[in-house]
Structure formats: C-alpha cells, structure tokens
C-alpha cells in the first residue's frame, strides 16, 4: 500500500511562513505528478498545487500565488510546499496526493481531486494571532 506522509504543519502567527513536506516511504514519486489539497472546517477540499515528475509544471490556485511555492528534491522522495505570508483564511488540513497514471513533463494545469490515487493523512496548519 503506497503512503503519503506530510509533516511541517503547525500554528503561526498571520504574515508567518511554513514549509511542509510530503514523502512517500517505500516509493519512489520521481515520475508521478504530486499535489497538494487542504480543507478547512465545513469546506471543500480544494487544490492548491501540483508538480510534475522534474518540475517543469506547477501550478497554483489563485489564492496562494505569489505567496506559496512547490517544489521536490527527487533524490530525497520529497515534495515541499513552501508558504510564505501566511493568512488566516490559510487554516486547514494539508493533504499531499499522487496521480499515478500520468508522467508528464508539463501540463496546462493540475489533475482535478477525483483524478489522484492516494492521499495522505494530513498536516494541521492554523493561522492565528
């Protein structure tokens, strides 16, 4: 059973940065397009960014451009989502999910929730003063 296990969530003051991480234990994701997802209490999960095999693609929801940035080191299994001038309309849960059937180099835009294979549990991040 492949895992996805993020890490780096926490609470931090408004205008604060967080970086997560998301691994895969046993699993090499170096080909496979990863993303990240939050929810917040009583909402939709919804996207927020995504990466391609070597980081040609990312893509983000315009919510989090220009604030937050995806990034992944092959070589440690690792994908992070950098998240810079935090708000609180950031709080959530942070998931990280791979899309198992696609190998792109670059796409036009991320997989939509329905089309990843494996979520991970999630990371808490609140932002609050």
């Known amino acids: 059973q492949l895992q996805l296990v993020e890490s780096g969530g926490g609470l931090v003051q408004p205008g604060g940065s967080l970086r997560l991480s998301c691994t895969t234990p046993?699993?090499?994701?170096?080909?496979?397009?990863i993303g990240w997802f939050r929810q917040a209490p009583g909402k939709e999960r919804e996207g927020v960014s995504c990466?391609?095999?070597?980081?040609?693609?990312?893509h983000y929801a315009d919510s989090v451009k220009g604030r937050f940035t995806i990034s992944r080191d092959n070589h440690k299994n690792t994908v992070y989502l950098h998240m810079n001038s935090l708000k609180p309309e950031d709080t959530g849960v942070y998931y990280c999910?791979?899309?198992?059937?696609?190998?792109?180099?670059?796409?036009?835009?991320?997989?939509?929730?329905?089309?990843?294979?494996?979520w991970g549990q999630g990371t808490q991040v609140t932002v609050s003063s």
């Open positions: 046993g699993f090499n994701s170096a080909y496979y397009i």
């Open positions: 999910t791979i899309d198992l059937h696609r190998v792109d180099h670059s796409i036009g835009k991320c997989p939509v929730l329905d089309d990843f294979d494996y």
């Open positions: 990466i391609t095999r070597n980081g040609t693609s990312t």
